[in-house]
Nanobody
Framework: QVQLVESGGGLVQAGGSLRLSCAAS????????MGWFRQAPGKEREFVAA????????YYVDSVKGRFTISRDNAKNTVYLQMNSLKPEDTGVYYC??????????????????WGQGTQVTVSS
């Protein structure tokens, strides 16, 4: 059973930066793709970014391209989301997720099967 624990959320002014971390345990981290999702109040959860198990392939939703960077450290069993130039519309609960199966390059929501508890990000204008 995989466990995912996010950290790094908080309150930041528009234009600021935050780095989210997600520590994984319970299975071979380096074999699984990882992703970040977010859910704003009153809205459905949406995909933000994903990274392959090797770290060689990444995907982003259009609204964060050029501002957010997903990365991973397989030696530390941790995936990161560096968020720069934050906007009020980036506010929400951010969840990390891992793919259902190993050695899958995640390209859609259905590729993911386990989720963390989330960390709140609030961007003030």
């Amino acid at each position: 059973q995989v466990q995912l624990v996010e950290s790094g959320g908080g309150l930041v002014q528009a234009g600021g930066s935050l780095r989210l971390s997600c520590a994984a345990s319970g299975r071979t981290f380096s074999s699984y793709g990882m992703g970040w999702f977010r859910q704003a109040p009153g809205k459905e959860r949406e995909f933000v970014a994903a990274i392959s198990w090797t770290g060689g392939t990444t995907y982003y939703v259009d609204s964060v391209k050029g501002r957010f960077t997903i990365s991973r450290d397989n030696a530390k069993n941790t995936v990161y989301l560096q968020m720069n130039s934050l906007k009020p519309e980036d506010t929400g609960v951010y969840y990390c997720a891992t793919t259902k199966h190993p050695r899958v390059v995640p390209t859609r929501d259905a590729d993911f099967g386990s989720w963390g508890q989330g960390t709140q990000v609030t961007v003030s204008s």
